[in-house]
């Protein structure tokens, strides 16, 4: 748990449209979670913020952002990107298990919490912003 789980706090990492800033997003993540003690939520946050990032910058021109925020025991993740289009609605994980492209919106919605979207303009350009979250469990 972290030390003082009532102090919100967020980080924004901005990125370019590359596919080798998902692992920097990854490796980022991972590290402000151990830093807040919230280690227990590792793994499953960086698959979700893989999706997500991922997406981003797959699907979209221009660049990206992730962003991290923690309050009142719930960890939301988040990528922006500049493309206003609304994400394609989520399949069903079993129908796409095999498939090698298309998981990752069914991904979050699986291991999530709570997930959606919702326009959102960064530095002037038009986008959307593609969200998770994930509660704390106490500790065993």
Same mark, same amino acid.
């Given at each position: 748990?972290?030390?003082?789980?009532?102090?919100?706090?967020?980080?924004?990492?901005?990125?370019?449209?590359?596919?080798?800033?998902?692992?920097?997003?990854?490796?980022?993540?991972?590290?402000?979670?151990?830093?807040? @003690? %919230?280690?227990?939520?590792?793994?499953?946050?960086? &698959?979700?913020?893989?999706?997500?990032? *991922?997406?981003?910058? #797959?699907?979209?021109?221009?660049?990206?952002?992730?962003?991290?925020?923690?309050?009142?025991?719930?960890?939301?993740?988040?990528?922006?990107?500049?493309?206003?289009?609304?994400?394609?609605?989520?399949?069903?994980?079993?129908?796409?298990?095999?498939?090698?492209?298309?998981? @990752? %919106?069914?991904?979050?919605?699986?291991?999530?919490? &709570?997930?959606?979207?919702?326009?959102? *303009?960064?530095?002037? #350009?038009?986008?959307?912003?593609?969200?998770?979250?994930?509660?704390?469990?106490?500790?065993?």
């Amino acid at each position: 748990m972290p030390e003082n789980e009532s102090e919100p706090w967020e980080y924004w990492l901005y990125i370019p449209n590359d596919l080798r800033a998902v692992t920097v997003c990854r490796r980022t993540l991972r590290l402000i979670l151990t830093l807040h @003690g %919230l280690i227990g939520l590792v793994d499953t946050a960086e &698959l979700l913020a893989t999706e997500l990032v *991922a997406n981003a910058v #797959r699907h979209a021109k221009g660049p990206a952002a992730l962003r991290v925020s923690w309050s009142m025991g719930v960890l939301r993740i988040g990528a922006w990107d500049a493309d206003p289009e609304p994400p394609e609605p989520p399949g069903e994980l079993e129908r796409i298990v095999q498939a090698e492209e298309g998981r @990752g %919106l069914a991904l979050v919605r699986a291991c999530s919490s &709570l997930w959606g979207w919702q326009p959102l *303009a960064r530095g002037g #350009r038009r986008g959307k912003y593609v969200w998770c979250e994930l509660t704390s469990s106490p500790a065993a």
